[in-house]
């Protein structure tokens, strides 16, 4: 090979495809690898030790093989430190799928009107005068539907509280059935609007529970209940927060704390009762005045 065969630049040498004779012009001297005090596996230095260097070499000729070697050198070192990378620190983590979107809620139809007009002709009306649960009751075919409503409410049959020989007669239970919607619903009012039913508090997890507090009755479960669910999505329908003292009287643990609530009068007030509209009076002498269809 001639001294003219060498390329002088790295063009020249991919478009000769003669690259220089390097062993006899260039010899490398090359420092020891330092190890990694984080392991082999992901250090730079077992790519390229800190300091390492060409010997430089004589003569122009030498010099123009030295930075195509050099410039050789770094592009495969680059490319092996990638592949290097990549095989022993793991590859780039896959793309993270995008969730479906939760479906909207599909909206349900109001129940049928229990006492809407059936063929054209109008439903029963109620068989007598009801207070308490079926104060309501715009028809008899309605007092079926509420019934059927508070017992699923608590989670019971109809025998929970009515006497299976006589369902008219009064029973223990229908009294304070009758007692919580005639005098505590009216003096409560729900924190995020809307009416209040028996399933507000009796199946507030979604199950139907005749005894909320516990059966038999746990003071802890009573706390937990008054304090996390009651007092938190209930106000005084006359304005203002829920407290202990409020139907206890006093305080949990102060002197004069009365437990049981039910069928006594130890409730919040009623709410004022709404003032009959007023029409107010034309002023003196605007009837007389108003234009008329002869102006």
Known sequence: MGPDAYPRTL?????????????QTLPVELPPLRPSPHGPACSGSALRAPGARLAPASGRRGGAAAGWYRRAILKAGG???????????????????????????????????PCAELDGKPPAPVAKSYSGV?????????????????AKALGVDCTHCHDPVDYAASTPKKTVANWMASELIPRLAKRDGGSITCADC??????????????????????????????????????????????????????????????????????????????PASPQGATENAPHDDD
Not at 94 to 105: H, N, V, Y
Not at 134 to 150: D, W
Not at 211 to 228: D, H
């Open 79 to 113: 490319r092996l430190a990638a592949v290097f990378f990549l095989v022993a620190c793991g590859s780039a983590p896959p793309p993270r799928e995008r969730q479906p979107a939760a479906p909207l809620p599909v909206p349900t139809a109001p129940p049928p009107d």
């Open 134 to 150: 079926l104060k309501r009751a715009r028809c008899q075919a309605e007092v079926l539907t509420i019934m059927q409503g508070v």
């Open 202 to 279: 009796h199946a507030d997890d979604g199950r139907g529970k005749a005894k909320i507090l516990g059966a038999p009755r746990s003071r802890q479960r009573a706390v937990e209940w008054m304090t996390v669910r009651l007092v938190e999505r209930f106000d005084a329908a006359a304005g203002g927060p829920l407290y202990c003292a409020t139907c206890h009287v006093r305080r949990l643990g102060d002197p004069g704390f009365v437990g049981r609530v039910i069928l006594t009068d130890h409730l919040p007030p009623l709410p004022p009762a709404p003032s009959p509209s007023v029409v």
């Open 11 to 23: 063009p020249e040498a991919i478009a000769s495809k003669r690259p220089p004779d390097p062993p």
